[in-house]
């Protein structure tokens, strides 16, 4: 199983950008997808998840500017970013809890695609 993502780039501070994340392989189903980023200097957060059902949580810092969205048919997790600040520039990480060849899921991470937002 693989994560691919993409569409990070440079934006002007109140820009948007839309971020994909595609899972490859041998999938039997998919529980939660999300996004996380790291910040230079600082730890690993959350941003947002959405469940297999469309439940969705978004971290305080993103409420009312991002949406996650899910195609499930696709196997792909979507981050749309409204409203950028400059302290949302990171490296973000898709994430996958994933059932591969077996009905064991497992956590998959895509490669990181980095976003930055300009004052």
């Known amino acids: 199983v693989q994560l691919q993502a993409s569409g990070g780039g440079l934006v002007q501070a109140g820009g948007s950008l839309r971020l994909s994340c595609t899972a490859s392989?041998?999938?039997?189903?998919?529980?939660?997808m999300g996004w996380y980023r790291r910040a230079p200097g600082k730890q690993r957060e959350l941003v947002a998840i959405?469940?297999?059902?469309?439940?969705?949580n978004y971290a305080d810092s993103v409420k009312g500017r991002f949406t996650i969205i899910r195609d499930n048919a696709k196997n792909t997790v979507y981050l749309e970013m409204d409203s950028l600040k400059p302290e949302d520039t990171a490296v973000y990480y898709c994430?996958?809890?994933?059932?591969?060849?077996?009905?064991?899921?497992?956590?998959?991470w895509g490669q990181g695609t980095q976003v930055t937002v300009s004052s």
């Open positions: 959405i469940t297999s059902s469309g439940s969705t």
């Open positions: 994430y996958g809890d994933i059932y591969g060849s077996t009905w064991s899921s497992y956590d998959y």
């Open positions: 392989g041998s999938i039997l189903a998919i529980n939660d």
